[in-house]
């Protein structure tokens, strides 16, 4: 048992898998495909019909159909994902987790790596309604690039939902985080603007979180850049996914600090 | 007499949860908040009264966003906290129950709503200018009531679901759209006319903006009090229905122990 906890490639994976044999115990499967179907689609229809209406000429129907298609990942990597920790303190298991001698590290990525799969699986769908429902024209498209853009997106979003997740070990839910950095995506990221239209206090902001190079990348992708044309923007997109997921380890690590000097594990 | 008390004391007691977790107020209307400033910035080069839709629409939305928290949250924290099997052991029926718990949340709701009224008009300097006031008032109120009622419905299915928490995330869009929020239901496809007008609040925002605005052209041809009226006719459609599905709802879930499945 002492081997196997400390391996944390064996406790990587024993925990992906226990996260996805749990996600499906818990949510029934067609609950899971409902999901995965329709939550992408009315985002993304709300923002199409506003654009129409609006008639910006900066903001296309295809800009803001690219844009949600790639932003529907968040519901996965920034909500889902946010809401371990939180989910481990509602069903009473968090304190167990803390106990045991596995690797913090392993257990947290671990469960997350489930929702990687399922946040492409979300975004590739969106991007098959951006195609037949609102009519957006993929016929200059490079796929590879476009496929790229998607696994860089998903992984760097996904560190970034585990940073986020690390503030559910010391607050009461992180649910509230993540509504919050769900929604504030819509306005930060590029998704229906360019950022150009944000006070420029904001702008800064937004190169903080991968989804807005992905964006770019995205629309670049959908508009013919090959790979090699959007490389730097998916490299400064890992990069910061990456530094996300080390600071997450350093938050994870001080805030399981504060909630058990202030015995505050089970507070929800 | 006791149906009344248990719907005080309900409504009393979702008062002090709140008071008690104030925190419950920022997914309510952050939601709402973000997505209006989205629709100001994308309306920034537009100018006159059709600015006032995303301000309306905004509104609305915060409404609604705290409507379907409220009953979809509710029932799931009664889950958490192991209560759920005492609330629907209770001799008052469990309807009088959330009853309370949404007339409060229609409280908050209200001040939510305002809440995103006052942010736009002091924030983003928008002209908040009603051309009926009271008229607006009014219809605004009467919205919320029957998001209120929409939400009774949704609570009901929530019962007997494990999966409240998904459904609550995944309502809130839907209803935005189906009810042309923040743009007329007019651009929508034609075969989505019928569940767009079977939503109470698609009426509701057509005479908030009948109200608000001076030279309304997208309107229903229904005019302001037609769409009082038909609100009106389906909340009352919405609450019977929910009473109806509260019933079934508390047989089924005896029947099968569900409960306090979380």
């Not at chain 2, 759920?84 to 908050?108: C, E, K, M, Q, Y």
Request: glycine share 8%.
């Amino acid at each position: 048992m002492a081997v196997y906890a400390s391996n944390p490639f064996r406790v990587f994976w024993s925990s992906a898998v226990v996260a996805k044999n749990a996600l499906f115990a818990w949510l029934n499967p067609a609950m899971w495909i409902t999901q995965l179907f329709f939550i992408s689609l009315f985002q993304m229809a709300f923002f199409v019909y506003l654009a129409t209406f609006v008639q910006n000429p900066q903001v296309s129907v295809a800009y803001v159909a690219v844009g949600n298609a790639l932003q529907s990942v968040a519901y996965v990597s920034i909500y889902a994902v946010c809401n371990i920790t939180g989910e481990e303190k509602q069903q009473g298991t968090l304190q167990n987790i803390l106990v045991s001698p596995a690797s913090r590290f392993s257990i947290f990525v671990g469960r997350a790596m489930f929702q990687i799969v399922n946040g492409m699986a979300t975004v590739v769908i969106a991007f098959f309604y951006a195609a037949v429902l609102f009519q957006v024209d993929f016929s200059r498209t490079d796929f590879l690039a476009l496929a790229a853009t998607i696994l860089v997106t998903t992984f760097a979003m996904t560190g970034f939902g585990l940073m986020l997740s690390s503030l559910g070990l010391y607050l009461r839910t992180s649910m509230i985080i993540a509504n919050i950095f769900l929604f504030l995506g819509l306005l930060l990221c590029g998704v229906n603007f360019p950022i150009s239209y944000l006070p420029p206090f904001l702008q800064p902001i937004s190169y903080i979180i991968p989804m807005t190079y992905g964006t770019e990348a995205a629309r670049m992708a959908v508009t013919g850049s090959t790979l090699s044309g959007i490389a730097l923007i998916l490299t400064v997109e890992a990069v910061v996914g990456f530094i996300a997921v080390l600071i997450g380890y350093a938050m994870m690590v001080r805030f399981e600090r504060i909630a058990r000097e202030k015995g505050s594990m089970e507070r929800f | 007499m006791p149906r009344v008390r248990a719907l005080y004391a309900s409504f009393k007691h979702q008062a002090w949860h709140f008071f008690a977790d104030p925190q419950w107020l920022i997914p309510n209307i952050i939601a709402p908040f973000i997505v209006t400033m989205v629709v100001l910035l994308l309306f920034q080069d537009v100018t006159g009264e059709v600015v006032l839709y995303a301000v309306l629409g905004g509104g609305m939305m915060g409404m609604w966003g705290n409507t379907l928290y409220a009953s979809g949250w509710s029932i799931q924290s009664d889950r958490w906290w192991g209560t759920i099997d005492g609330v629907f052991a209770a001799p008052t029926h469990i309807i009088w129950v959330i009853a309370g718990r949404s007339l409060w949340s229609a409280l908050i709701g209200v001040l939510n709503g305002l809440l995103v009224l006052v942010i736009a008009v002091t924030v983003f300097q928008v002209p908040l200018e009603l051309n009926q006031p009271l008229t607006f008032l009014l219809a605004y109120i009467a919205t919320l009531l029957s998001l209120a009622c929409l939400g009774l419905i949704f609570s009901a299915a929530f019962v007997l679901t494990r999966s409240a928490q998904v459904l609550t995330n995944g309502l809130e869009f839907p209803i935005y759209v189906g009810t042309g929020s923040m743009f007329p239901i007019a651009l929508l496809p034609l075969w989505s006319a019928p569940l767009s007008l079977s939503l109470a609040p698609t009426w509701g925002i057509d005479a908030m903006r009948y109200a608000a605005l001076t030279d309304y052209t997208w309107g229903l041809p229904t005019g302001y009090w037609g769409d009082m009226a038909i609100m009106g006719l389906l909340s009352l459609v919405y609450l019977g229905l929910a009473i109806w599905l509260f019933i079934i709802v508390d047989r089924v879930s005896r029947r099968d122990a569900s409960l306090g499945r979380a």
